[in-house]
């Protein structure tokens, strides 16, 4: 039987959903001690590929508030 750590060094690990930290400050690809999931701490689980998510919250759902949300959104999708 193969242990766990072996089993999962053996196989494509993926994380389907992590909320990017926003407002983005850059440093994604530090080792931080504030932040749960980082680029080293990804690369050090044998985390092979990430789907990094643009959330925002719900808020009022009249026009203007959707174009803020929409702007909000693009930004943090350029900062991925």
């Known amino acids: 039987m193969t242990d ?7 196989i ?3 994380d389907t959903h992590i909320d990017i930290p926003w407002p983005d400050r850059g440093d ?5 001690s504030y932040r749960h999931v980082d680029l080293p701490k990804l690369r050090r689980g044998g985390v092979a590929a990430a789907c ?6 719900q808020g009022p759902t ?3 508030s959707h174009a803020a949300i929409g702007r909000q959104a693009l930004e943090m999708l350029e900062a991925i």
Do not use: C, I, M
């Open 28 to 32: 994604f690809a530090q080792d931080t």
């Open 52 to 57: 990094l998510v643009a959330y925002v919250g």
């Open 12 to 14: 494509l690990t993926v």
């Open 4 to 10: 766990p750590e072996s089993l999962h060094r053996s």
């Open 62 to 64: 009249d026009a203007p």
